[in-house]
């Protein structure tokens, strides 16, 4: 039964792929414009791939050197062979989405501010077409590889002995559990090298063209104005695509592995694919109800892209019902609400997000209202309102997990109660193909107005397309929440995944908290966040410098800037900004990596437990807050400048200005790579178990 | 032979406080200068009298009802009936040692100014002298409070039946550990009160005085100049000494408790009091150790207060082993180690502290560097600086922790391992006297410098004030840096206490991280914080905004201010920071005291454990980051204004003036009533333990 249902999971990953693919080539063939509007495009799209490249081109350094690690781990017998394989296909299929997510959407820029010459909808549609492929990609692809690692563990273990102590069914878990870390160490490099390239583009433009020239934000003749278009595409695109991919895959494999745990034999293992199978498939459906008249209002659109979103989720939720009921039988049914409340925590979440982070609500007001009083008031608004808004998604996680636990039937079975958690962060990704569609859909948005800035359409254009940004900062904010939150309940059960990994390799954790190597691990992963963030922010601020280097040397260099008569060298603002990111994504993300290894090895495998659960606490909660703090004040200083308090230019918006700059790196930079340190700390802790366990110097 | 010891206890009790009585008549056989001094001093005492005034009678209207509520909870035997008159015994006599420093600081400000009319030595004498009494007369009436305690518990459960389940120690010990509640209490008001007090007056002094206006700090034409100086006193005197009172006898009564568990007897639970006299004593020894020639430089006074430190913890040192050694027995000498790791500990995080903040060293002069960019990246920066700075504190910790554990035998017998951990805490407090002495002796230089300038003092004088405030800058960094430190490991020791307190009453605690109900409430403790910072944080903004309202209309009603011609009403200022103070104190306070309670009823003492755990954590890490952040902004202002990057006025200047002014209630508001938190929460759920395990819904 169990296993008819999993061919699901193969059908469900090529319809996404079929449906983006179709998606792809009908935005392909929609009008790209004037030439000007092409040939801006063009320079974004040829930023994009150049740093594409060069990223991909380091990474894969990266990549083959674990891979020889792991290689030389699974010959001394640490690891299963496959594992440095699946490590590599985890990276190169993460890889994979990031590169045509990207393609898709430096494509769509122009097309989508040219279809905004007609009507705000038609401008949507293709925007929204572009995310709906990156957000098919994703999951299909993810999907896809899940299903050949399944189908072709199944067919080994069938044939081949079984690793000693394990059944086949847990060699497949196991094995498959520890191809998360090169989706997650992928996730890592785009999110922190992405951060890192697109605030630093930002600010280095905006310090010097806003500032110090006082030439509007897309302005053509600012040098780092193309970087600046390529970074929302690289951060915002291929970075929360490679973050999802991960949260994606590590929830299902995490989930599948403690089912093994839980002794729901093989349905336990192949529910979490079937259901993210079922998503794709709701997903598919969501996309067609995002739409609306021609002339519909921003409101209307928004009303549109929610009803996708909750249409598919209701659509998962039904067939859950009835996939739990039949695959895992009626005594499992409470499995069922475990998927639910982690559904209802994703939405919840993301609207909270939105009530945080939107100036039509009180705390994003007041911390307008504080521009009246000076730049430290708005700064201090605008970490207060962040922290506040930690509270309401923390409980909300709470509640899913309590319910996702007890329903589960954890009080009478632990295994199963953790299983139910681990679902329920499932249950939550499983509508990804959409949810991420109307997230990918914002950098898209955002571009045409650049485009049509540069491309001097005319003021109703760019008055269509800062519409459709201003819908993009709401769906952004949503996806931020979410994203954040199906990171944190990834991270618990891959922490839960880690125990149980110790366990079949006949060890036992210790996870008390009064255990001294718990709490010093506790102390040390409640730490690693705010270094990791301080390392993020810095290396924005070293980055930011040197484009302000560059772009101040070309407007004294290069005469005729200003006048529009010489055209300045956007490559090298893009080259700079993709060697500065490059290099100040290594010390971070080795922070990431070492440091379970190092506490593991020096404090032993209890510590890793206190270093994985201290670190997702803290690193969820600051996440929220330095998102919502930066969102915050992204949607302040658009309040002051939509005629409050004085409007553009005037001392409160100036105050403003400042709390947004301080909020690029909070929201785009460090807050969203939290979601991967917790992630990626788990993953690794886990490929590394047994290494640590057989080296470490604490017993 | 430990009960013949502990006889040190009340003795240096009385010594402490003698000496204290001693060093207050001579400040106040000083010299108190010129009558525009003594006017001002006196308008500040007044001020301060008035605020202490209000506070402790809303204060008392808490007490009271409480007393009640827990008179009622020992009626329905939850409590042994000592419980809630030691809760009253402990917030009297913390609030008696906040009256008592609070009266010598605001005595000694003018008197020092007047001594450094003579030199910055005798300056230094009075302050430090001023400093001292606070710190002798908190660890001289904690030591009472202790000793009396003790003494009366010992003589009554020797003539009284003991409760069921308990021998006589335990009993003792038991009863000890809840009168902690009453100086946490005490505390936290004092902390959230004094802190929201002495930032809403100078962030409101300044931003119209300093800002609008433009007449310099602590000009004497500012009607809130006067508040400002209050504050000082009430927040980083009375604040600060009923931050550490409530850390040093909380360590002291949690190592008892947990000495009793520990298997040591009589021995184990008197040993903490006895070193605590020990302390003392040192403490008193060590103030000798600080003077130096009249000529001297700041450089060498810092190495005076220095060595005053050192020799009291070297004395300390020597001492413990033999107390140790011949107390405990051989066979416990590992306590000794334990100790010794406290005190290095404490000693280590302070260093670390200065180094941070200090404009000496590079993190501070990156902060000044980015001034020259604008005020973004000065906050960048900072928060950068602070999240950075957490990592080698929180390092700190864990090695004292590893090492007291193990040290004390905590392998072969864990209880052993956690007393340990417990007395690591009391070795870090042991000199807390001569510590809090150099710290809290910051504020009175800092009045003295108000005072000078007030009255008009010649710019020698001024100076040497300055040097004073300056040296008080970076003992207050140490200090800031120390009560931190402390109160984490007072945190775990109570949270240790708390799992023994609710075994002792035939219950269990579950606390493993992977048990749903602690992982929930490490989430909500970890959110914890986070939410208590944003409400203090928007508590100082509020308030500073009334200051702001009210110094507005005097300089606009009041004809002649600003000739010098009219008087300012200098009472209303203080009036209303009162008022606000007292308002806006009551929402953080209750959630620290609620958010124990309410998580033990609803979801249980499992997760109770994990809220403590969760709000430790992060507590400890967030409480570092804002005080180095805070600390580093105020050095990189001072720094800039010493004349680098353009000095006073540049827009680097500016820049590091809104820096500065977010640190302030991040250093001196948010950042210290953390301590608090961690600390009282722990409190209340070990007073209300037993009432929790019989009404919880979570059984």
Redesign the interface.
């Known amino acids: 039964m169990g296993f008819d249902l999993l061919l699901l999971a193969p059908v469900g990953s090529i319809l996404a792929l079929g449906f983006a693919l179709y998606l792809a080539l009908s935005i392909l063939k929609m009008d790209e414009g004037t030439d000007k509007m092409k040939e801006i495009a063009q320079a974004v799209r040829v930023g994009a791939q150049a740093y594409l490249k060069r990223q991909y081109l380091g990474i894969s350094i990266f990549f083959v050197v674990v891979f020889f690690i792991l290689l030389a781990m699974a010959m001394k017998n640490y690891l299963v062979i496959f594992v440095p394989f699946a490590f590599l296909t985890g990276g190169i299929f993460s890889g994979l989405s990031g590169f045509i997510g990207m393609n898709i959407a430096t494509q769509s820029s122009n097309r989508t501010a040219q279809a905004a010459s007609k009507s705000l909808n038609s401008g949507l549609r293709v925007a929204f077409s572009s995310g709906a492929v990156m957000g098919l990609t994703v999951v299909g692809l993810g999907l896809l590889d899940l299903s050949i690692w399944y189908y072709f563990l199944n067919w080994y273990y069938s044939c081949h002995a079984i690793p000693l102590g394990t059944d086949k069914i847990a060699a497949i878990t196991s094995t498959m559990l520890c191809f998360g870390m090169g989706a997650s160490s992928m996730a890592l490099f785009a999110r922190v090298g992405g951060g890192i390239f697109t605030k630093a583009a930002d600010v280095g433009a905006d ?1 010097v063209g806003k ?1 110090e020239a006082g030439i509007p934000e897309d302005d053509a003749r600012n040098p780092a104005v193309i970087a600046d278009n390529v970074g929302d595409n690289v951060g915002d695109v291929a970075g929360m695509g490679a973050d999802l991919y991960e949260s994606y895959v590590g929830s299902i494999v995490a989930t599948s592995a403690l089912g093994v745990a839980a002794g729901l034999g093989v349905a336990g293992v192949t529910v979490p694919m079937v259901m993210a199978a079922v998503g794709v498939i709701a997903s598919i459906i969501g996309t067609f109800f995002v739409k609306s008249g021609e002339q519909a209002s921003q409101k209307v659109l928004l009303a549109a892209l929610r009803k996708g979103v909750f249409t598919s989720s209701l659509i998962v939720a039904v067939i859950s019902y009835f996939l739990v009921r039949y695959s895992l039988g009626v005594e499992h049914l409470g499995v069922y609400w475990s998927v639910l409340a982690g559904l209802v925590a994703g939405v919840l979440i993301g609207l909270c997000t939105e009530y945080y982070t939107s100036s039509g609500f009180k705390p994003t007001r007041s911390i307008a209202d ?1 521009s009246l ?5 708005v ?3 605008g ?6 808004s ?2 309401i998604p ?2 909300i ?2 509640v899913a ?2 319910i996702s ?2 329903a589960s039937g ?1 009080a009478a079975n ?1 295994n199963s ?2 299983y139910g ?1 681990a679902i329920s962060a499932v249950g939550m990704l499983s509508t990804l193909g959409i949810t991420l569609a109307t997230d990918a859909y914002g950098p898209v948005a955002d571009n045409a107005g650049g485009n049509a800035q540069m491309a001097n359409l005319p003021p109703e254009v760019r008055k269509r397309t800062d519409a459709l940004d201003s819908l993009g900062n709401t769906t952004a904010a949503t996806g931020k929440g979410f994203a954040i939150g199906s990171a944190a309940l990834t991270a ?1 059960a891959l ?2 995944a880690y ?1 149980d990994q110790v366990m079949i390799l006949g060890k036992d954790v210790n ?4 255990n ?5 691990g ?6 690693l966040p ?2 990791f ?3 993020t ?2 290396a ?2 070293r980055a930011a ?1 040197k484009i ?1 280097v560059e772009v101040r040397r070309q407007f004294k260099e290069i005469i005729g800037i200003m006048e529009g008569t010489a055209k300045p060298d956007y490559a090298r603002c893009v080259t700079i900004a993709t060697a500065a990111a490059q290099k100040e994504m290594i010390a971070p993300s080795l922070l990431a990596i070492v440091a379970p290894i190092a506490v593991g090895l020096l ?1 032993g495998i209890d510590a890793v ?2 270093l994985l ?2 670190a997702t ?2 690193g ?2 600051l996440a929220v ?1 330095m998102a919502n703090s930066g969102g915050a004040w992204d949607n302040a200083k658009k309040f002051v400048e939509e005629g409050h308090h004085g409007g553009k230019g005037s001392p409160a918006h100036k105050a403003t ?2 709390g947004d ?2 909020g690029d ?1 909070f929201k785009d930079t460090s807050g969203p790579s939290l979601n991967i340190l917790i992630k990626l700390m788990s993953m690794v802790s886990i490929v590394f178990a047994s290494f640590i366990i057989k080296n470490t110097l604490f017993k």
């Open positions: 310090l500032v504080a009083t000076g730049p430290a008031t700064i201090i608004g970490i207060a309102v962040g922290m506040m930690t509270a923390v409980i996680v709470c997990i309590l636990f007890f954890g632990f109660g953790l958690i618990l922490i839960a125990k996870t008390s908290m009064m001294p190597t718990v709490l010093v506790l102390l040390l992963g409640g730490m705010f270094l963030c301080s390392m922010m810095r924005v601020g410098g302000v404090i437990a206190g659960m201290g606490v803290t969820f909660v807050m200005v400042v700059t301080v790196p």
